[in-house]
């Protein structure tokens, strides 16, 4: 039988199980500047659009290192995540 998929996971406590919500399981990190090389493939799909949005952006008037603009759209993206997260969404 399939396991039904939950937006909170369970944890062994002394024989027991005890619902624990996802932001109780995923500790926060430490706030730090400290740069991560972060190696990802990406398809050209992905890669175009970024490309695209960097060129729309200069011709705009805006100049941006790509290094800078993929890591301003990695924050966006994880900032909206959490917004729709807490909101419950």
């Given at each position: 039988?399939a396991?039904?998929?939950n937006?909170?996971?369970?944890k ?5 199980r005890?619902?624990?919500?996802p932001?109780?399981?995923?500790p926060k990190p430490?706030?730090?500047?400290e740069?991560?090389?972060l190696?990802?493939e990406?398809s050209k799909?992905?890669?175009?659009r970024?490309?695209?949005a ?9 100049k ?12 966006a993206?994880?900032?909206?995540f ?6 419950g969404?």
């Open positions: 039988m396991q039904r998929k937006s909170t996971t369970s062994r406590v002394s024989g027991k005890k619902l624990v919500s932001t109780e399981s995923i430490p706030p730090s500047e740069e991560v090389a190696n990802v990406i799909a992905v890669g175009w970024l490309k695209i960097l060129l729309h952006l200069e011709a705009g008037g805006r941006t290192a790509k290094k800078q603009f993929v890591q301003e759209a990695l924050i993206a994880l900032n909206r959490d917004d729709e997260y807490q909101s969404a």
